[in-house]
């Protein structure tokens, strides 16, 4: 089975004008933070926040969404919107102006880490320069600071524009689990580490440094050290591995047997394992001798009277995810008592108070006190990422697919097999029969019924609008339609793709190539940046 979850991702087009928020915004928090590849992102993301054009003077205003800003420095924060544009506003959502730079990277605290021209700067809240738009690359460091790139070379600037490690290195990386203000640097090919006031801790003369918490590993010809982030020697001998597992444990690796070392405790566990790895609580750790796993602490010892084929420690339930032999697993508690009887093929974790097993031909939703509460015919494939909708495969004695099952464990709405394709994309269902397409809300409300349009999808850069596409006697046509199935783009196109900063781009049955923004109005062909 596969389980990974089926993400569906909002992407922003661009909206422009002078706007104002309305005042009235009841709005629900929705990611607390986010991680990306760019560093910390300090957001809200919101819902149901209404834009109104201040413009536009009519009743006819279109309403438009907050799709997240960040925290309020001085009365401003920076917000996205779902039609793509970048603005200022103010506590009372109110439009401040339009970001005066290409593309937002992160904020770091009270600054704004930006692209303008394919280079990198630091502004403030107000767009004053902090620093210069001259860098190959920000990216985030930790609170308060920036790794910088200049010439293919390194160093550290703080949100004040001052350097605070010199651009001088060939790397400098600051880890994901650092919480002690030392940065790994590179200097003529050798590691070493560094505070952020560039003091030398550890001297350049390894091969590699990984910082874990308050561990530091090394490598240097071929063998492993440990230390910590002072720079003392935390183990007296070197190690074929060393894995950081926790906050306050590492793996220690010699010969191909493992065991632990904990900081907190200062010491190596005298246990010796064929592996250990971790599971999603620093108190709980997964051991493995020949085939058989069991559950041990942050001390090494055992916890449970015997080994199982497969183990794994659910942190949301406290509950143990267990196997006796192939394809038979379940739950069970602490004191190994079981609460879902071993005999499923495949499990899937407790998430929001449930859990999904399945065997050869059904899949079972259970609560944590082991009651079974909804069983389908068929193999789960996905869930979305809220956890809410879940997609059931229904397969024939072929073992080809021949129809899904929709199920919303929130609602308890759900459509049993007979479509070949069903998706959930913000409060609609797009169901697929054949070559016919239905639009319908999360409660199984009818909005555009089978075969008055051969395709509906998603326009990805939307997520309030939909092309539809007919086929009659002047061919295939495509068109837009809203939520509420109106046509709000007649059916005179080929395709509908997005380009660039907001802008759609289309191409006419004829083959006129157009752009369209975001209250469907055709603009020129925006500038190459």
Same mark, same amino acid.
């Given at each position: 089975?596969?389980?990974?979850?089926?993400?569906?991702?909002?992407?922003?087009?661009?909206?422009?004008?002078?706007?104002?928020?309305?005042?009235?915004?009841?709005?629900?928090?929705?990611?607390?933070?986010? &991680?990306?590849?760019?560093?910390?992102?300090?957001?809200?993301?919101?819902?149901?926040?209404?834009?109104?054009?201040?413009?536009?003077?009519?009743?006819?205003?279109?309403?438009?969404?907050?799709?997240?800003?960040?925290?309020?420095?001085?009365?401003?924060?920076?917000?996205?919107?779902?039609?793509?544009?970048?603005?200022?506003?103010?506590?009372?959502?109110?439009?401040?102006?339009?970001?005066?730079? *290409?593309?937002?990277?992160?904020?770091?605290?009270?600054?704004?880490?930006?692209?303008?021209?394919?280079?990198?700067?630091?502004?403030?809240?107000?767009?004053?320069?902090?620093?210069?738009?001259?860098?190959?690359?920000?990216?985030?460091? +930790?609170?308060?600071?920036?790794?910088?790139?200049?010439?293919?070379?390194?160093?550290?600037?703080?949100?004040?524009?001052?350097?605070?490690?010199? /651009?001088?290195?060939?790397?400098?990386?600051?880890?994901?689990?650092?919480?002690?203000?030392?940065?790994?640097?590179?200097?003529?090919?050798?590691? %070493?580490?560094?505070?952020?006031?560039?003091?030398?801790?550890?001297?350049?003369?390894?091969?590699?440094?990984?910082?874990?918490?308050?561990?530091?590993?090394?490598?240097? *010809?071929?063998?492993?050290?440990?230390?910590?982030?002072?720079?003392?020697?935390?183990?007296?001998?070197?190690?074929?591995?060393?894995?950081?597992?926790?906050?306050?444990?590492?793996?220690?690796?010699?010969?191909?047997?493992?065991?632990?070392?904990?900081?907190?405790? &200062?010491?190596?566990?005298?246990?010796?394992?064929?592996?250990?790895?971790?599971?999603?609580?620093?108190?709980?750790?997964?051991?493995?001798?020949?085939?058989?796993?069991?559950?041990?602490?942050?001390?090494?010892? /055992?916890?449970?009277?015997?080994?199982?084929?497969?183990?794994?420690?659910?942190?949301?339930?406290?509950?143990?995810?267990?196997?006796?032999?192939?394809?038979? +697993?379940?739950? &069970?508690?602490?004191?190994?008592?079981? /609460?879902?009887?071993?005999?499923?093929?495949?499990?899937?974790?407790?998430?929001?108070?449930?859990?999904?097993?399945?065997?050869? *031909?059904?899949?079972?939703?259970?609560?944590?006190?082991?009651?079974?509460?909804?069983?389908?015919?068929?193999?789960?494939?996905?869930?979305?990422?809220? %956890?809410?909708?879940?997609?059931?495969?229904?397969?024939?004695?072929?073992?080809?697919?021949?129809?899904? /099952?929709?199920?919303?464990?929130?609602?308890?709405?759900?459509?049993?097999? %007979?479509?070949?394709?069903? *998706?959930?994309?913000?409060?609609?269902?797009?169901?697929?029969?054949?070559?016919?397409? +239905?639009?319908?809300?999360?409660?199984?409300?009818?909005?555009?019924?089978?075969?008055?349009?051969?395709?509906?999808?998603?326009?990805?850069?939307?997520?309030?609008?939909?092309?539809?596409?007919?086929?009659?006697?002047?061919?295939?046509?495509?068109?837009?339609?809203?939520?509420?199935?109106?046509?709000?783009?007649?059916?005179?196109?080929?395709?509908?793709?997005?380009?660039?900063? %907001?802008?759609?781009?289309?191409?006419?049955?004829?083959?006129?190539?157009?752009?369209?923004?975001?209250?469907?109005?055709?603009?020129?062909?925006?500038?190459?940046?």
């Amino acid at each position: 089975m596969n389980y990974k979850p089926h993400l569906h991702l909002l992407v922003l087009i661009l909206i422009s004008g002078t706007y104002s928020l309305a005042q009235n915004h009841s709005c629900a928090q929705y990611l607390p933070d986010m &991680m990306t590849n760019r560093g910390y992102l300090e957001f809200r993301e919101y819902r149901d926040c209404m834009l109104r054009s201040s413009m536009d003077k009519s009743k006819e205003k279109r309403l438009r969404t907050v799709s997240y800003h960040t925290q309020w420095v001085k009365g401003i924060a920076f917000a996205g919107l779902d039609f793509g544009n970048q603005v200022f506003i103010d506590t009372a959502y109110n439009l401040i102006r339009e970001a005066d730079f *290409d593309e937002f990277a992160y904020n770091n605290g009270n600054v704004i880490v930006a692209q303008k021209n394919k280079l990198f700067g630091i502004v403030n809240f107000n767009e004053d320069i902090i620093t210069p738009f001259e860098y190959e690359d920000i990216r985030y460091c +930790c609170k308060g600071l920036n790794i910088v790139s200049k010439n293919g070379q390194y160093g550290l600037i703080n949100n004040k524009g001052q350097i605070t490690v010199p /651009v001088t290195y060939e790397r400098l990386d600051y880890g994901i689990y650092n919480e002690a203000g030392v940065i790994t640097a590179v200097k003529n090919g050798k590691y %070493g580490l560094i505070t952020t006031r560039n003091q030398v801790i550890l001297p350049f003369e390894y091969d590699q440094i990984e910082i874990c918490y308050d561990q530091v590993i090394v490598t240097r *010809d071929r063998r492993m050290f440990l230390f910590n982030t002072k720079g003392q020697k935390l183990t007296n001998q070197s190690y074929d591995k060393i894995n950081c597992l926790s906050r306050y444990c590492c793996k220690l690796v010699q010969e191909n047997k493992s065991t632990m070392y904990n900081s907190k405790t &200062m010491t190596v566990s005298p246990a010796l394992f064929d592996n250990i790895r971790s599971t999603n609580n620093d108190q709980y750790f997964i051991a493995q001798i020949d085939t058989l796993e069991y559950l041990i602490n942050s001390a090494g010892k /055992v916890l449970t009277s015997k080994g199982y084929a497969r183990l794994d420690y659910n942190d949301q339930t406290g509950l143990l995810e267990f196997g006796t032999g192939f394809q038979q +697993c379940g739950y &069970m508690d602490l004191r190994e008592e079981i /609460v879902i009887q071993p005999r499923y093929e495949s499990l899937y974790p407790f998430y929001n108070g449930h859990a999904i097993l399945g065997d050869a *031909d059904s899949v079972y939703f259970f609560d944590t006190n082991g009651r079974c509460f909804k069983a389908f015919a068929g193999e789960f494939e996905s869930t979305q990422s809220n %956890g809410d909708v879940y997609y059931i495969n229904v397969y024939d004695k072929n073992g080809s697919r021949t129809s899904q /099952v929709y199920y919303n464990i929130r609602t308890g709405y759900e459509i049993n097999p %007979g479509y070949n394709h069903i *998706d959930n994309w913000t409060n609609r269902i797009i169901l697929r029969s054949g070559e016919s397409y +239905c639009l319908t809300d999360e409660k199984g409300k009818v909005i555009v019924p089978f075969y008055k349009y051969n395709m509906i999808r998603p326009l990805e850069v939307s997520d309030r609008l939909l092309v539809s596409t007919i086929s009659d006697v002047q061919g295939q046509r495509s068109g837009l339609i809203d939520y509420d199935g109106n046509v709000v783009l007649p059916f005179s196109y080929s395709y509908f793709e997005y380009y660039k900063k %907001g802008i759609i781009k289309t191409m006419t049955t004829d083959g006129r190539e157009q752009f369209i923004d975001h209250n469907l109005k055709f603009v020129s062909k925006p500038r190459e940046y």
